[in-house]
C-alpha cells in the first residue's frame, strides 16, 4: 500500500486564502502588511524564488519591494539598508535571501536585521529565541513541516525523528522544534555513521541534506512519516527532485511528501504568514 500523501501545496492554498482575508481587515484599519527583499542579482535561483513570494503576497493584499544586491554593492551599504529598513515602520517584515553576494558578511547582514521585522527566522537572534523557548518568529521552512504534521494531526510525542541536515536554516532548528514538541530528535549529517540503520529507527524522517534521492525505500522504518525537504537539479532529467527516492520510499512509509508540492510551497506561505502577524503585532 502506498503512503499517504502530505500535500503542502493544498495546505498553503489554504493558508493563503485565511492571509488574504487577515490583511483584508488590516487594510480597512489603515495597515498594508509589508514585507521587503535583499536578493543578489546575479542569482537567477533566488530572483525566481524571489518572484514567485512577491506574486503569492501581492495575490494575498500585501506590499513590498526587492532590493537588489550585486557585486558593486559595499558592505556599508547593505548595512545602512538593512538599517533604513529596521526603522521604517511601514516594512512588516525583512528578507535576506541567502546567498548573497560572496564579498559581502551575510554574518553581519543578519546580525543587523531586527529580530522583531526576521519574519524568515534566521538571524542568531530569532534562532536564538528559539533555543530559549521565547516567543519569536520562526525558520520558515521547519515552521510549514510543523503546519503540514499539524494539518494531518500526525503525533509527534514521545516518537523518535531523525533529521539529516544541520543548516541553521533547516536542520537545527527543525530539530528544535521537534523536541519542544516532546519528539526524541537525533541530528543525522554527511559523516553519520551508520545513517541508513539510523533512518530506520525514525518514526518520523526528515531529509534536509540537499543529496538527489539519497534516501532509499529500504532505509524507512514500515510506516513511518517521511518529509522530504530537499530541492535538487538532476542533469538530464526535468524539474527537481528531493532527497528521498519517492518511488521506492512511497511503498515504505505511512505519510510522505512529494516534491514538488510538499514543502516548498509550505516555506513561502510561512513566510507571508509571519509577516501578517508582524503587522498584526502593530495593532497590540
Given at each position: ?7 503542502g501545496k493544498v495546505l498553503s492554498q489554504e493558508i493563503r486564502a485565511s ?88 554574518h553581519a547582514a543578519l546580525m543587523a536585521l531586527g529580530a522583531e521585522k ?124 528531493g532527497d528521498v527516492d519517492f518511488e521506492s520510499a512511497k511503498e515504505v ?32
Amino acid at each position: 500500500m502506498s503512503a499517504q500523501i502530505l500535500d503542502g501545496k493544498v495546505l498553503s492554498q489554504e493558508i493563503r486564502a485565511s492571509l488574504k482575508e487577515r490583511v483584508a481587515v488590516l487594510r480597512e484599519k489603515g495597515i498594508v502588511p509589508r514585507l521587503d527583499v535583499l536578493v543578489a542579482i546575479q542569482d537567477p535561483s533566488s530572483l525566481a524564488y524571489v518572484r514567485m513570494k512577491r506574486k503569492w503576497a501581492e495575490a494575498a493584499g500585501m506590499e513590498g519591494e526587492s532590493f537588489e544586491v550585486g557585486e558593486h554593492t559595499t558592505q556599508e551599504e547593505l548595512l545602512s539598508k538593512i538599517a533604513e529598513l529596521n526603522a521604517n515602520p511601514k516594512v512588516h517584515g525583512v528578507l535576506i535571501q541567502h546567498p548573497l553576494p560572496k564579498h559581502l558578511d551575510e554574518h553581519a547582514a543578519l546580525m543587523a536585521l531586527g529580530a522583531e521585522k526576521d519574519v524568515d527566522g534566521i538571524t542568531p537572534q530569532s534562532l536564538g529565541r528559539l533555543v530559549a523557548d521565547l516567543p519569536g518568529f520562526r525558520c520558515a521552512t521547519p515552521l510549514g513541516i510543523t503546519k503540514i504534521i499539524d494539518r494531518y494531526e500526525i503525533p509527534v510525542e514521545g516518537k523518535r525523528a531523525v533529521v539529516i541536515g544541520r543548516s541553521v536554516i533547516l536542520g537545527k532548528p527543525m530539530a528544535l522544534m521537534l523536541l519542544q514538541r516532546n519528539a526524541t530528535v537525533t541530528i543525522a549529517h554527511s559523516r553519520t555513521q551508520n545513517l541508513p540503520d539510523l533512518c530506520r529507527e525514525a518514526d518520523i524522517l526528515v531529509a534536509a541534506v540537499g543529496r538527489a534521492e539519497m534516501v532509499k525505500g529500504d532505509w524507512i522504518k514500515p510506516g513511518a512519516v517521511v518529509i522530504d525537504a530537499g530541492y535538487n537539479k538532476v542533469e538530464g532529467r526535468q524539474g527537481d527532485v528531493g532527497d528521498v527516492d519517492f518511488e521506492s520510499a512511497k511503498e515504505v512509509a505511512g505519510w510522505i511528501t512529494p516534491v514538488p508540492g510538499g514543502v516548498g510551497p509550505m516555506t513561502v506561505a510561512s513566510l507571508l504568514n509571519n509577516c501578517v502577524d508582524a503587522a498584526e503585532a502593530t495593532l497590540a
